[in-house]
């Protein structure tokens, strides 16, 4: 009764009052954060009343209720303007290229005004307004929000867990340098900063094969924090429990242990902590985005610290049932969608298994939190398709291909990508067996032309179709 109650009350509020809503893109870098936001903007955008055939799933696009789709004023002026415009310019070059790899915050507002078809304020007022509030960022920088919850100390344990031999390989340089630190020492500033270059070379390292689960993340793309000492810092790695316990009890505050925990501290309390309340403390709901097919490209180990990315990232987010009062008084997300991104480097019939390893992956990192009572879903998209599904037939028989300008080489190709496993293959596969995703280009986008996609529509109905009955 109570429930019933509440959910009309809560009803009546949202019906009440324009309703707005606050997405949050979530994904590691080169997930598809940009060119899925670029292409949310651009489909909405080319919604008429007229034919919207390029959304068939998204219903209130389909039955012509949405009167208009416009981008407004957003709503904190201090943060740079998506640049929806440039993206946009860069996929109608010819050749047209995806937009790209972002480098730091921005923000839009979209405004939709539709016909409502429900509920007691359609008697009252036909038309209503539901605003859209979307950001971008880049995706290292999302991977500092474990350091929230987590000490110097902790930190610094938690990374020499996961540190194993190809990681440790890569790190030598730094390594072998921090061995000869005398932690008690008075701080020399000139070495901190070069240790700490070393550090960040090490993580540049660890992304150039394909490992995401780098900290801190902002340190590859530090924007205007370049060359401040908030970010020359480092975890230590080679401590026992009990030298830290020695450590802490009798250094000086100016030793190089000092230093580098007071510099953690004040990056975790200062610069991670601003980005968590200014962009994800508040919003209504959340896309997970996440491309499964290119860490299967390089190798298992990508693709186990690409799972250890997003599990991290679960721990920060808040879960739950939506109660009137913390609607109210702390929004708390109520739909979740995890997003498989660039479903056009497959064939269609490999979409199945593409959402079943998505499945996977989200599984095992999904059972630190509760998803319950939120609605949660799976898909598969491609935001900006770059290639054609096509049918080839050989010796008589049909094969499902893909069409499109293969990036390596900049050639026209046909291919059979290949099938996806529908969960992670194990490590011997990998030995005898090799994946082939190829990137490709985008296709020649012309003035007025919506970006073509896949399946774009189903999360535009997900994310906005209950807002607009
Ligand atoms: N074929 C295809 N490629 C895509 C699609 N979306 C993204 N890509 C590819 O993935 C790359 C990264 O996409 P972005 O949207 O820039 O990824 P991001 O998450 O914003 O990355 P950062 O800004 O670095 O965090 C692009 O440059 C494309 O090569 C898609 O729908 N189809
Ligand atoms: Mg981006």
């Not at 209504?284 to 097919?293: G, K, P």
Request: charged letters at 20%; hydrophobic letters at 40%.
């Amino acid at each position: 009764m109570f429930n019933t109650l509440q959910k009309e009350i809560n009803q009546f509020i949202d019906r009440g009052l324009d309703r707005s809503l606050r997405i949050a893109v979530t994904g590691l870098s080169q997930s598809g954060k940009t060119a899925f936001i670029t292409s949310f903007i651009n489909q909405l955008l080319h919604i008429n009343r007229v034919d919207n055939a390029h959304l068939p799933l998204f219903d209130a696009a389909r039955h012509h209720r949405i009167l208009g789709v416009k981008r407004i004023a957003q709503q904190d002026l201090s943060v740079p303007r998506f640049e929806y415009e440039r993206n946009l310019a860069e996929l109608m070059q010819k050749p047209p290229h995806f937009p790209q790899s972002t480098r730091g915050v921005s923000e839009t507002r979209l405004a939709i005004r539709y016909q409502r078809q429900s509920g007691l304020m359609s008697y009252l007022k036909e038309t209503g307004t539901l605003y859209i509030d979307i950001f971008d960022y880049p995706g290292e920088w999302l991977l500092d929000l474990p350091l929230l919850g987590l000490n110097y100390q902790q930190w610094s344990l938690e990374l020499a867990q996961l540190f194993n031999q190809k990681k440790q390989h890569l790190a030598q340089n730094w390594l072998d340098k921090v061995k000869k630190l005398d932690l008690t020492a008075v701080a020399n500033e000139d070495v901190l900063a070069e240790l700490a270059q070393d550090y960040t070379d090490y993580l540049q390292a660890c992304k150039a094969q394909g490992l995401h689960f780098i900290q801190p993340g902002r340190f590859v793309l530090p924007a205007e924090l370049e060359g401040a000492p908030a970010l020359q810092f480092f975890p230590l790695l080679q401590l026992t429990n009990e030298q830290w316990k020695q450590l802490k009890n009798n250094v000086g505050s100016n030793s190089y242990f000092a230093v580098l925990e007071k510099r953690y501290e004040y990056y975790r309390n200062k610069i991670v902590k601003k980005f968590y309340q200014d962009y994800f403390a508040n919003f209504d709901r959340q896309v997970i985005l996440a491309d499964c097919l290119t860490p299967l490209n390089h190798s298992r180990q990508a693709f186990d610290d690409m799972q250890e990315g997003l599990t991290q990232l679960f721990k920060n987010f808040h879960y739950g049932k939506r109660h009137l009062l913390s609607r109210l008084f702390s929004p708390r997300i109520d739909k979740l969608m995890f997003i498989a991104t660039k479903a056009d480097h497959i064939t269609s019939d490999q979409l199945p298994n593409l959402m079943s390893l998505m499945r996977h992956l989200v599984q095992k990192g999904g059972s630190y939190v509760e998803f319950e009572g939120i609605e949660t879903e799976y898909s598969a998209i491609a935001s900006i398709r770059a290639t054609k599904q096509v049918s080839v037939t050989q010796n008589g028989q049909k094969f499902k291909a893909i069409q499109g300008i293969r990036s390596s080489d900049l050639q026209q190709v046909t291919v059979f990508p290949g099938s996806v496993p529908m969960k992670v293959p194990n490590e011997e596969f990998w030995q005898t067996n090799k994946f082939e995703f190829d990137q490709f280009e985008p296709q020649p986008l012309e003035q007025g032309e919506n970006i073509p996609h896949l399946r774009m529509d189903t999360v535009l109905q997900f994310l906005l179709g209950d807002k607009l009955d």
